[in-house]
């Protein structure tokens, strides 16, 4: 999972450190090559007692001042630590930071990491570096560092419990309803039979609502699913309001005393005025707690469009990504978040009822940095 996406942070990181080691080499040779006088300067030792010769009297020479040329010449010894300091630091530039980043530019991109979010990371990383002393041999694990702390900014986007928005929705003595949104062929329907099979395993007990009445074998497609579940469908024909099929299905949900209305949508075309201004009815009419967008991580950097035009349309909670088994990019994640600021509950790891996994920000981006 995530191959190309690692393989193309860990090229940049190694690019970056290597703009600190370059000259190492070169430096060393440089210092090693220094005459010893220039390495460490030692203090002149005191004028011993002098004999002379003409006149045969013993006397102490007084201590002298050095010559002229004897300050100058220590004068020079002596800053050499600080060259010596320096030569084993490095500071970035903005410059180096901007190279780097229109080398590794394509190669993100090819993972998945739409441009506005690079724009982002390279200034980021512009105030996390640039002009602050770096330890040349440890450049790569603060590097490393700092893409940690950038990932994690804009990965971390809070947390919703669906558990607990239940029980908000019970204190008002009503079933919590949640409307999953997203356009055809993002897994949108065998999303909700997962989310189903989750409250189930946690005693709760849902109901499903077919809101998408447009596409052709929706309804059929729920209906499977709730017979493999245990649990019920509310339908009306093919062509009905959507905003009335999930209106019945919490009415039906309240009379029963169950816990939640798991409401699908139409996806038509999320570019499509119609079906926006559909959903906008129903959010209207059943006032959703939650309203989750089902987003097929395989999308590619179309991800940004698509999250913007359904959070402006309707206003988006929180996500679920779905197809992550067979993701090796990785970075829809990343651009769904920056776009969004929204948490992601659950990533989708195959076509079992099982296979939703809880999004942990940190373990994702551990299995990156890897």
Excluded: W
């Excluded at 690079?118 to 560092?145: H, N, T, W, Y």
Aim: proline share 4%; net charge positive.
């Amino acid at each position: 999972m995530f191959g190309i996406l690692k393989k193309r942070i860990k090229e940049s990181v190694k690019q970056l450190a290597g703009i600190a080691r370059e000259k190492d080499e070169e430096d060393a040779k440089r210092e090693a090559a220094a005459p010893p006088a220039a390495k460490e300067a030692k203090p002149k030792p005191a004028r011993k007692e002098i004999i002379t010769k003409k006149e045969g009297i013993a006397r102490k020479a007084e201590e002298m001042p050095e010559a002229p040329h004897e300050q100058e010449e220590q004068k020079r010894r002596l800053p050499r630590f600080g060259l010596v300091k320096k030569i084993r630091e490095k500071e970035f530039t903005g410059r180096e930071i901007d190279d780097l980043f229109a080398s590794m530019e394509p190669g993100l991109l090819q993972a998945n990491i739409a441009l506005e979010v690079l724009d982002f990371f390279r200034s980021r990383l512009k105030e996390m570096l640039v002009g602050k002393p770096v330890k040349r041999k440890d450049a790569e694990q603060v590097i490393i560092g700092s893409f940690r702390r950038l990932l994690l900014e804009t990965v971390s986007q809070g947390k919703i419990e669906i558990g607990d928005v239940i029980r908000a929705a019970k204190k008002d003595k009503r079933p919590a309803c949640l409307l999953f949104l997203g356009y055809n062929g993002s897994g949108k329907t065998t999303t909700i039979a997962k989310v189903a099979k989750k409250l189930l395993s946690e005693k709760r007990k849902p109901v499903l609502a077919a809101g998408d009445t447009f596409r052709a074998a929706s309804i059929e497609q729920l209906q499977f699913h709730a017979d493999k579940l245990g649990i019920n469908v509310i339908k009306h024909k093919y062509g009905a309001d959507p905003a009335a099929v999930v209106f019945d299905a919490r009415k039906h949900a309240e009379s029963r005393g169950l816990d939640a209305v798991l409401a699908d949508t139409a996806g038509r075309m999320h570019t499509n005025v119609n079906l926006m201004d559909e959903l906008k009815k129903v959010v209207r009419v059943n006032k959703p707690d939650l309203k989750i967008l089902v987003v097929d991580s395989l999308t590619g950097n179309d991800v940004v469009h698509q999250v913007s035009k359904f959070d402006e349309g309707v206003g988006i909670d929180c996500m679920i990504l779905t197809k992550m088994d067979v993701n090796e990019k990785g970075g829809s994640i990343i651009s769904a978040c920056f776009t969004a600021k929204k948490p992601v509950l659950f990533l989708g790891t195959g076509q079992g009822y099982d296979d939703l996994q809880e999004f942990d920000p940190e373990r994702f981006v551990e299995q990156i940095l890897e």
